[in-house]
């Protein structure tokens, strides 16, 4: 089992920056890889940035250049610095974990944090 929880959402003016922080817990050992995603009302769930345990990352389209994301050396931790953060920003993010690298485990989502960015 792989618990996630997300933490340093909040209220930031449009230009800002917010840092968010995914703990993982459990059964770290069989993450393979950890994301971010995010969810505005009436819209799909969708990636924004995620890192393999081997540390390449990707990211949507939308936050190339000023999202980063990042983990520490155990695998315990992902961070998501968000930059330049503009309106459309605006969602729950969630933290998720491909914990595949061990038998009887799959994939694990956090409760979410809400990010929301005022213009």
């Known amino acids: 089992q792989v618990q996630l929880v997300e933490s340093g959402g909040g209220l930031v003016q449009a230009g800002g920056s917010l840092r968010l922080s995914c703990a993982a817990s459990?059964?770290?050992?069989?993450?393979?890889?950890l994301g971010w995603y995010h969810q505005a009302p009436g819209k799909e769930r969708e990636l924004v940035a995620g890192?393999?345990?081997?540390?390449?990352?990707t990211y949507a389209d939308s936050v190339k250049g000023r999202f980063t994301i990042s983990r520490d050396k155990a695998k315990k931790t992902a961070f998501l610095q968000m930059n330049s953060l503009k309106p459309e920003d605006t969602a729950v993010y969630y933290c998720y974990a491909d914990a595949s690298d061990c038998p009887g485990h799959g994939h694990y989502w956090g409760k979410g944090t809400l990010v929301t960015v005022s213009s």
């Open positions: 459990g059964d770290t050992i069989c993450i393979a890889s």
């Open positions: 890192i393999s345990s081997g540390g390449t990352t």
